[in-house]
């Protein structure tokens, strides 16, 4: 009597489950489809102009000085050492339940810090500072017990351009004071709805030279095809390169910003489609198990309960 | 050397356009800018107006309102902030637009809200000037 009971409630349970992430699935697929189209919209504009930016900074980097291109020169601390300083901005989103998503992100970052301070042994003194955007994020930085700059959060499912001009004039300013020598992004770039990839890029100083460092080797073949890319040494500018610059780089730094947030959101949106279905489709899976055990039980019970019957009808 | 140009037009919002054509012609800080194949590369900042375009006997108009450009061996880019059709263009709508951004800029309190539904109404102008042009010169031609 009590196992079918508590068969029977374990079943009630696994339906509630099964609605109730059908339900999140459905939301996030609604809200997975406007975080698509806009983060695939935006692309052609943001990649082309990279391509372009990377391309024509090669050519004139002799000529042109601007802020955004070039490496601060290291503080000295109170050693008289080169310390060097990097900014990392990560980008998480605000809640879980978006299956492997976030672990991926953080995994992917140790192990990308990791693999950068062995790269450069040379540097002894390489500090790096947090910027986070997403609750998960800043929650990761605060517990691996690393320096937080700024954070930001709830910038919903829809951001807006105007959302992120804190995000860009924190970058901007700490960049412009000569506190970091490099800025990094680390967010996790959508390619499918199934699937995510973890994406580093140097966001500053600007330049052609390591730009990616991306782990997937798919990444790698992607990024070839701009290298292929070639430009003409000669190129003219109008009105002055300077004067372009100007416009053009804080313009291509906020814009591949809002960029990185688009094709964030839309990551999460699909990593939380993809793990409510799943979560549905196991909940599903159990109710259906839990049901065919209980009706063995109660089958059994009855067929007990006649052989009862029977066997006392005849000894009378 | 191809004497073809290949161009692209892309928005902030989508592209737009990627094909041959045999002449471009855009709206650049310094004035308009012809450019026709063979062209030497160049880059340049371009200014609210009309992009035409012209490939065998058919032209293009399109409203853009500032951007880029990026000619490198016949490939032109144009990176537009935002770039509409002349064919397009719905001069209900736009009108509709320009009087909403006329409404929204009586209202002085907010000086970002000022400049936006300025910004929305330069743009509305602007169309409104394209697609008034293009239905003429199609009568013309």
Same mark, same amino acid.
């Given at each position: 009597? #009590? ?9 009630? *349970? ?5 609605? &109730? ?8 697929? *609604? ?7 806009? =983060? ?29 291109? =070039? ?31 976030? #672990? /991926? ?16 042994? /040379? ?26 700059? =700024? ?22 300013? *700490? ?38 460092? *991306? ?20 190129? &003219? ?40 279905? /799943?979560?549905?489709? /196991? ?25 009862? =019957? ?7 | ?24 012609? $855009? ?33 293009? $108009? ?13 490939? $032109? ?65």
């Amino acid at each position: 009597m #009590s196992s079918t009971k508590i068969i029977k409630r374990r079943i009630k *349970s696994a339906t509630n489950i099964s609605q &109730i992430t059908k339900a999140m699935e459905m939301v996030a697929a *609604s809200k997975m489809r406007f975080a698509q189209e806009s =983060a695939l919209s935006s692309r052609p504009y943001t990649e082309k102009m990279r391509q372009i930016l990377t391309g024509i900074i090669e050519i004139v980097k002799d000529d042109v000085s601007h802020f955004l291109l =070039a490496t601060p020169s290291p503080t000295l601390n109170s050693k008289e050492e080169a310390q060097e300083k990097y900014l990392v901005v990560v980008l998480s989103s605000d809640k879980g339940l978006c299956g492997g998503l976030n #672990s /991926n992100l953080y995994r992917g970052l140790e192990l990308w810090q990791r693999s950068f301070t062995q790269k450069k042994t /040379n540097l002894k003194n390489i500090k790096m500072d947090f910027v986070t955007v997403g609750k998960k994020a800043k929650e990761h930085v605060l517990k691996t017990q690393r320096f937080l700059l =700024a954070e930001f959060s709830n910038y919903g499912d829809k951001p807006r351009y105007s959302d992120i001009i804190p995000l860009y004039n924190i970058i901007l300013e *700490s960049f412009k004071t000569g506190q970091y020598q490099k800025i990094f992004i680390v967010f996790m770039e959508f390619v499918s709805t199934i699937a995510q990839r973890l994406t580093v890029r140097q966001l500053l100083p600007i330049e052609k030279a390591d730009i990616d460092t *991306s782990f997937d080797e798919i990444m790698k073949g992607e990024e070839s095809k701009y290298v292929k890319f070639e430009f003409h040494k000669d190129y &003219i500018f109008e009105p002055g390169a300077e004067t372009i610059f100007d416009q053009l780089l804080p313009k291509y730094l906020g814009l591949y910003l809002y960029h990185v947030v688009l094709e964030s959101t839309a990551s999460e949106h699909s990593a939380r489609m993809v793990a409510m279905k /799943n979560a549905h489709d /196991n909940a599903t899976e159990i109710v259906k198990d839990l049901s065919l055990e209980y009706n063995q039980l109660r089958q059994q019970k009855i067929t007990s309960e006649l052989l009862d =019957a029977f066997s006392a009808r005849m000894v009378m | 050397m191809s004497n073809k140009l290949s161009l692209d037009v892309i928005s902030q919002e989508q592209q737009l356009l990627s094909q041959e054509v045999d002449m471009v012609l $855009v709206p650049s800080m310094t004035g308009q800018i012809g450019i026709l194949p063979g062209h030497i590369s160049l880059f340049a900042s371009l200014e609210a107006g009309e992009l035409i375009l012209t490939s065998g006997t058919r032209n293009e $108009v399109f409203a853009i309102t500032g951007g880029f450009l990026d000619v490198n061996q016949n490939q $032109v880019t144009v990176l537009a902030d935002s770039a509409i059709r002349a064919e397009d263009i719905d001069i209900n709508k736009v009108e509709e637009a320009k009087k909403r951004a006329q409404e929204a800029m009586k209202d002085k309190s907010s000086e970002k809200d000022f400049k936006l539904a300025e910004a929305d109404l330069r743009k509305a102008i602007l169309e409104l000037k394209v697609a008034k042009r293009r239905r003429h010169s199609t009568l013309a031609f």
